[in-house]
C-alpha cells in the first residue's frame, strides 16, 4: 500500500474504526490536559494533541497507524 502524503482523511463523521487498518479511532482532545485526561489517554481512550489548534486540526486519530480524521463541514446550506 503506498503512503499517504497527507495522513489524514476527511470524513462527516466520527469513523467506528480505522478504514486502513481497522484499529481503534479516538477522539483528539486538544488544550491543556487535566490529570484525568493524562490517565485516560494512557489508557487508550483517546489522544492528546496538544495547546494548539485550529481549523485544519484533525478530530481523531487511529491508535493503531496514526491516520487522522478531521470533520468536514458541507457548504450546502
Ligand atoms: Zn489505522
Not at 62 to 68: A, D, K, N, P, T
Request: hydrophobic fraction near 30%; glycine fraction near 10%.
Amino acid at each position: 500500500m503506498n503512503q499517504d502524503m497527507s495522513n489524514i482523511t476527511s470524513v462527516l463523521r466520527k469513523p467506528r474504526k480505522c478504514p486502513h487498518c481497522g484499529g481503534k479511532v479516538v477522539s483528539i482532545l486538544y488544550g491543556e490536559p487535566t490529570p484525568e485526561a493524562f490517565e485516560a489517554a494512557e489508557r487508550g481512550e483517546f489522544i492528546l494533541g496538544g495547546c494548539c489548534i485550529n481549523e485544519l486540526s484533525p478530530h481523531w486519530e487511529c491508535l493503531s497507524c496514526g491516520h487522522q480524521f478531521i470533520r468536514v463541514i458541507t457548504q450546502s446550506q
